[in-house]
């Protein structure tokens, strides 16, 4: 089981850029799929992004072209660019990972596809 831990939240301006960051602790991160997930209070959890092992990537509709995911295995150690930020991206961020499994773009992005959670790092984003 992996450990997972988030950093780089904060505030920017509508229109700015933030990049999170997730370092991963435990054996095996390279044969693990990973994402990013957000919610807001009140609201379900929703898959951002997500990469797989191979490093395919799939994005939901409402971030594509505007975030990046990406992955260092030498350094455990998982991104996520977020440019031309909304106020509408104002959440928590979780990163998630799972050891192997079957992967698609759509499970890829659904919570219950993931067992190893961080504890999330909030990101505002205000005027």
């Known amino acids: 089981q992996g450990h997972l831990v988030e950093s780089g939240g904060g505030s920017a301006v509508p229109g700015g850029s933030l990049k999170l960051s997730c370092t991963f602790s435990?054996?095996?991160?390279?044969?693990?799929?990973l994402a990013w997930f957000r919610q807001e209070p009140g609201k379900e959890r929703e898959g951002v992004a997500s990469?797989?092992?191979?490093?395919?990537?799939h994005y939901s509709e409402s971030v594509r072209g505007r975030f990046t995911i990406s992955r260092v295995n030498a350094k455990n150690t998982l991104y996520l660019q977020m440019n031309s930020l909304k106020s509408e991206d104002t959440a928590m961020y979780y990163c998630?990972?799972?050891?192997?499994?079957?992967?698609?773009?759509?499970?890829?992005?659904?919570?219950?596809?993931?067992?190893?959670w961080g504890q999330g790092t909030q990101v505002t984003v205000s005027s």
């Open positions: 998630a990972g799972r050891f192997g499994g079957v992967w698609s773009a759509s499970l890829s992005l659904a919570p219950h596809f993931y067992a190893d």
């Open positions: 990469i797989h092992t191979s490093g395919n990537v």
């Open positions: 435990g054996d095996s991160y390279s044969a693990y799929h």
